[in-house]
């Protein structure tokens, strides 16, 4: 039961914070998340008050500009720092 109670409840959420973003992503961290809001290569946030949030519909849409059919586009992302 307490697995169940920990986990995040981001089911038709539209909206999302740091920790719901990272959890809904995988396995990206929330470290990795701010870095990535800091150099500008994560999905568009949105600053409300001293809370950032994202929009579900952003994070589909930054994940599938990731989607590689092989080793060679997913590297050339990683080198433009996108990955």
Request: hydrophobic fraction near 35%; aromatic fraction near 8%; charge should be positive.
């Amino acid at each position: 039961m307490k697995d169940k109670q920990n986990q995040l409840d981001i089911e038709g959420k539209r909206y999302m914070n740091e920790r719901e973003v990272a959890a809904y992503m995988g396995s990206l961290s929330v470290k990795t998340l701010q870095r990535y809001r800091r150099e500008g290569n994560g999905p568009p946030f949105i600053r409300a008050g001293g809370r950032v949030l994202y929009d579900r519909h952003d994070c589909d849409i930054w994940l599938a500009a990731r989607k590689v059919t092989n080793t060679i586009q997913a590297r050339a992302l990683q080198a433009e720092g996108c990955v």
